[in-house]
């Protein structure tokens, strides 16, 4: 669906806030600015994940599987994770933007 998009990785860096995306309920870790990409989805997009602070949970609705992110502590619906070749470990996180918060690096 988003495989044919480029993704133009020195733009992410120059406009990107540095910091990590925390849980907007519990204020868990999630993400790691340096991780975030322009999926042109939309939707906060990540490569990667913090530590063991998100949870995937398989979901078998609307005759279709996927993978639910949670966080871990919380609980809190994320987002959902998806196939995607364009980056370094083959997948996206696409987040809701309600569900993560920005704590800017004092750097």
């Known amino acids: 669906m ?3 998009r480029k993704i133009d990785w020195q733009q992410n860096e120059q406009n990107q806030p ?7 309920r519990c204020g868990s ?8 990409f322009d999926s042109k989805t939309g939707f906060p997009s990540f490569w990667a994940h913090l530590a063991e602070n998100v949870q995937q949970h398989l979901l078998e609705t ?7 992110l949670l966080c871990y502590h919380c ?4 987002g959902h994770l998806f196939k995607d070749l364009r ?3 083959q997948v996206r ?3 809701n ?5 920005l704590q800017p690096s004092s750097s």
């Open 29 to 36: 870790p999630l993400f790691s600015s340096d991780q975030k």
């Open 87 to 89: 980056t370094p470990s």
């Open 18 to 24: 540095k910091g990590v995306y925390a849980c907007s």
């Open 62 to 68: 609307y005759d279709r599987e996927r993978i639910q």
């Open 93 to 95: 996180y696409c987040i």
């Open 2 to 4: 988003f495989e044919n």
């Open 97 to 101: 933007a309600d569900s993560i918060r």
């Open 75 to 78: 609980g809190l619906h994320l």
